[in-house]
């Protein structure tokens, strides 16, 4: 009797093994996810996050911040909407590149966010493009922020 219940537990166990081993090689057999190239940008949740934590010290919920920093309600579409804008605003987070009204650099006026990853800003600026109800100033096909054309215009 003794013998028959060891016997049926190293079967089970022979079985639980070659089970798993089954299991093991099915798993690792099966297509990975495809390349990041292939999987679309998504840049919502991660817009407003890097705004939340990078932005909304200095431009909080989008408003003006006194006569020095202006609101990014509608005045991030007329931005992007003016000769060379799409630049002028990758510029901005990349060299602080800011201009003044009449179009003369401000230096040192604008943190830079070289460091930070192409898609991360790319999220941002389409972020700072939609938010506040910005999205409904924009024209279809506008206000729309790649990783590719960050890379670019480093």
Known sequence: MQKHRVARV???????????????SWQRSRPSSPPAAAVSFDWRVEGATVFREECSGCHPDGRA????I?????????????????????????????????GTPQPDVHPTYEGMDD?????????????????????EGEGRYGPEEIAARR
């Open 70 to 102: 202006p609101p990014l309600r509608e005045h991030a579409v007329a931005l992007y909407r003016s000769p060379g804008g799409p630049e002028y605003l990758i510029d901005v987070l990349l060299d602080g590149g800011v201009r003044a009204a009449d």
């Open 119 to 139: 898609a991360r800003l790319a999220a941002v600026l389409n972020h700072m493009l939609t938010a506040w109800g910005n999205e409904a100033l924009l024209r």
């Open 10 to 24: 190293t079967c089970l166990i022979a079985t639980l093994i070659v089970a798993g081993t089954i299991l093991f």
């Open 65 to 68: 911040v006194g006569d020095s």
